[in-house]
Structures are given as C-alpha cells and as structure tokens.
C-alpha cells in the first residue's frame, strides 16, 4: 500500500479529521447527513492537486473495522466546466 501523506486517526468523526495539504494532496473527513448524531455516516474527501483530481470515498463500518470504498473520482476543470453558468 502506498501512502502518501499522515493516516488520518482512526477513532477521529467526521469534520475532525483534516490532513494538511502535503504533495499536493489534500485529506478531510465529513459527514454525509446519514447516521446518529453521535456518529454519523462519513466521507473521505482526497484532493489531488498535481493530477487534478478529487476523489469522495464513504467510510464503511465492517465488523468494526473502518474501510473505504471509492463513490466517485472527477477532474476537477471537468467539475468547474460543469457549475459555470451557460
């Protein structure tokens, strides 16, 4: 496994996880408005600044174990041609 920048602490919630932009790479945990309050269902936003890149991956709980699970991986001048105004 390649790991390019601080693992992000495994008993942080979402929102208190944030990596400094390191390589070009930029880490943060969020919520994704599903779960209980006290530990909601979370995102995992990687920011890929050399490639141009952003990657969301959903923060799956399988027996007890915390894993990742890619939803989506866009270029970002794609998502900027995308939100301007025609």
Same mark, same amino acid.
């Given at each position: @496994?390649?790991?390019? =920048? ?5 008993? &942080?919630? &979402? ?37 141009? @890149? ?25 998502? =900027? ?6």
């Amino acid at each position: @496994m390649l790991c390019l =920048f601080q693992p992000l602490d495994p008993s &942080a919630h &979402a929102g208190e996880s944030i990596g400094p932009a390191a390589n070009g790479i930029g880490v943060m945990t969020l919520s994704n408005g599903e779960g209980p309050d006290n530990r909601p269902s979370e995102c995992v936003y990687l920011l890929d600044n050399r490639n141009e @890149m952003l990657m969301i991956y959903s923060v799956e709980v399988i027996s007890g174990n915390r894993t990742l699970a890619l939803r989506t991986a866009e270029k970002l001048p794609n998502l =900027f041609r995308a939100a301007r105004p025609r």
